[in-house]
């Protein structure tokens, strides 16, 4: 009986954001998410246990998108190469946790694609993390449903349990292993939402949202935001159903900012040096949250969210996303004519077994 598997799983875009953990080991969140998978960026994940590999293996396909694109495109061209060690280490726990399910120790060689460069904005933990337990089951015969599914994928990466159901996703947080887990709020066909993910710069960002997870609770903000999130989440849960974008885009906009808010105020020493918090934004980054507040001023319907990055991800219906696109590309010539990439992301699917 073959060993191998492949799958696939999109990364996901929060609206209710994943900052702060109550258990750091477990991934356990201090409050529920919300979030939509996201088409354009995938990651493929095949894995192969077999016994006569001494050690796992882990394969990384290097993205081949150029810096000067205007558009993120698929990248699977090349031979995949040795993953550097932190990422291998992560994937090697991972199917640690899997083999202890199957009961088995077999080894595994993991060759991993992604559809998108890092340093866009988009974290590739959830899709891979997300990708990596569906193959790593499969190859394994193991016919774990989605909430299992969910459950492992989080030990991985917290909010690669958000990437395991389809479309529009809750994160519940539980508050323990087996309760922590996402479900579906509604299917991806629900709602013509569109994220243009902004790539205002690829530098990788200085501090990890690893690291920002473990300052949060020390800004005096962080417990404001979380007395107003079970309200906030409810109404952003609701719009979602009711397909409500002006309720949604506020208060996913307000949610974003209350985030940002908590890491510049997350005061911290690095590197020997005191730091007032975590500084996610660039200049360029501000200059988009300003237009935004401009554009919806003058009749275009748009909202914003950013993630751990200087990416603005600006969110529209289906319909306005052209006359958004207009905007940020009137806006660039405004100012130097330098060309940011944008991606353009519609609600996707579930992490699944492919080929
Ligand atoms: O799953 P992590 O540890 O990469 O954290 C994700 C943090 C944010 O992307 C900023 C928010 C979120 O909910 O995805």
Known sequence: MPHIATAQAHANLAFVKYWGKADATLNLPLNNSISMNLSEATTIT????DDSLPADQVLLHNSTVQQDQTQLTLPFGEAP??????????????LDRIRA????????????????????????SASGMAALTVAAAAALG???????????ARRGSGSACRSIPAGFVEWHAGTNNDDSYASQIATPEHWPLIDLAVVVS?????????EGHQLALGSPFSQARLNTLPERTGNIRRAIHERDFETFGRETEAEALAMHTIAMTSAHVADGSWRSGVYYWLPDTLELLAAVQEWRADGLEVYFTLDAGPTVHLLCLADQASAVID????????????????????????????G
């Open 142 to 152: 193991l016919n774990l449903d989605q909430r299992t599914l969910s459950i492992l």
């Open 101 to 124: 399910v199957a009961s088995i120790r077999t080894r595994a060689r993991v060759t991993t694609a992604n559809s998108f460069p890092s340093g866009a904005g988009i974290a590739s």
């Open 202 to 210: 690829r530098e990788p960002k200085k501090v990890p949202s690893s």
């Open 46 to 49: 095949t894995v192969e246990f």
């Open 327 to 354: 905007a940020v590309r009137t806006l660039e010539t405004e100012r130097d004519g330098r060309i940011w990439e944008i991606m353009r992301n519609e609600p996707a699917g579930a992490a699944r077994v492919i």
């Open 81 to 94: 190469q040795p993953a550097g060690a932190g990422f291998a280490q992560r994937v090697v726990n991972q």
